[in-house]
């Protein structure tokens, strides 16, 4: 066994520790979701195999943070060349780094630590380079309800012997803010016919993103249509499968139904006009440190992350047109979950954090995001205004409070 292997042994080895171990990040956080976990894994065995390209070094232990910093020098040069994907890539990349790092002190597979990065030194460096995430350069098509109604519009008329399904999961997906990992997963006995004070029902979504079991309140209209496509199955059947060739017999893995599903979506946003390219101006450091503007093209499209946007869209504005009075019944009977009262605690402090004449309440509009955030399992406002609400939205209720 090569040098390599033994290392990417080693690797597996910390990573079975960890999930074992619930070893996350920061200590008394909770478990990270088997995805997070295979994620981070694939990064560093990928990133494995890199270094020993790179560097010519196959033993792991001999992993060093300046190797790192190399590929955050390349990403500051494809982010001056408008590749603005490494913002979310790099970041990544260093967030499993630093995952696998904590997870070497906490496991104890090595003799010692492997300090293969350091955290605030990369940080510093993408800071300075204006090296960021930002909705304004996201490839996913926003839209609203009247958006994604021409979408399904185009997804029913596809010629895919898949059509019915596609359309079948994105209208779920538009109801529910589900992923589409969870709608694929969807059984009958998810959902759930015990309505609230003000809702009908609620669907449950299983080990969602981050591992978390997700409860959507629904209104009557969509607990209804969620019952019609659970009509004739047993309680532990899934709502949607595919199937190879028709044949019943052959049911697709999940991982093949979700890029048939997305395939049929993204050329319907093609076929309804949707797609487009559109050109953004972003910042970056020249070679003499001094900030300045380029622009570069991206290519958006739709996806059933844009029924999920539509779904957001559409509960922020259910949310914000409520009187004070209702909006507060809403938010009473949420903050009686202690979890969700924290997060709510949470986003009060975040807005009141650089404020230097007194802390504030949450506007209207900023209680009617984090009620959204809560159905759509985001639980954070900055992120539905940033990559979710639509622009000239979330503008308008900001403008309005005389905030900017």
């Not at 300075?128 to 021409?150: D, Q």
Request: proline share 1%; aromatic share 10%.
């Amino acid at each position: 066994m090569s040098k390599l292997e033994k290392s990417k042994k080693k690797i597996e080895t910390v990573f079975r520790a960890a999930r074992n171990q619930n070893v996350t990040v920061k200590d008394g956080k909770g478990r990270l979701s088997d995805g997070s976990y295979n994620t981070y894994e694939r990064i560093i065995l990928e990133y494995a195999e890199k270094i020993s390209r790179d560097f010519n070094i196959s033993d792991v232990t001999k992993w060093k943070p300046e190797f790192f910093m190399k590929y955050v020098d390349e990403a500051v040069e494809k982010w001056k060349d408008g590749n603005l994907g490494v913002a979310f890539s790099i970041k990544q990349e260093r967030a499993a780094l630093e995952f696998f790092r904590h997870a070497t002190i906490k496991t104890n597979t090595f003799k010692s630590e492997i300090e293969c990065v350091r955290k605030d030194e990369v940080k510093r460096v993408l800071d300075y380079n204006h090296i960021r995430r930002s909705g304004s350069f996201t490839h996913t098509l926003s839209a609203n309800l009247k958006i994604s109604e021409k979408l399904l519009e185009k997804i029913q008329d596809s010629r895919s012997q898949h059509a019915e399904a596609a359309y079948y999961a994105y209208k779920i997906a538009m109801l529910t803010g589900a992923r589409l990992k969870d709608i694929i997963n969807l059984k009958v006995e998810n959902i759930n016919s015990d309505g609230t004070v003000n809702f009908a029902g609620s669907v449950k979504f299983e080990k969602s993103k981050g591992g978390l079991t997700r409860n959507v309140p629904l209104p009557e209209e969509t607990l209804k249509y969620l019952e019609s496509l659970a009509e004739g199955k047993s309680s532990s059947e899934k709502l949607i499968r595919l199937y190879k060739n028709g044949d019943k017999r052959n049911a697709m893995s999940n991982g093949s139904a979700m890029r048939k599903l997305s395939e049929i979506v993204t050329t319907a946003g093609e076929r309804a006009g949707l797609n487009r390219t559109e050109t953004v101006s972003y910042k970056h450091r020249d070679k003499n440190g001094e900030t300045k503007y380029r622009t570069t093209e991206i290519h958006i499209t739709a996806s059933f992350h844009t029924a999920r946007k539509t779904f957001v869209n559409e509960r922020f504005s259910f949310y914000n047109k409520l009187d004070a009075a209702e909006q507060q019944k809403h938010l009473d009977e949420r903050l009686l979950d202690e979890k969700v009262k924290k997060k709510y605690e949470k986003a009060v402090e975040r807005i009141n954090k650089n404020r230097k004449s007194g802390d504030r309440a949450l506007h209207h509009y900023e209680n009617a995001v984090f009620l959204a955030s809560l159905d759509s399992g985001h639980f954070r406002n900055d992120v539905l205004e940033q990559f979710y609400l639509i622009k000239e939205t979330i503008e308008f209720e900001r403008k309005k409070v005389g905030k900017r």
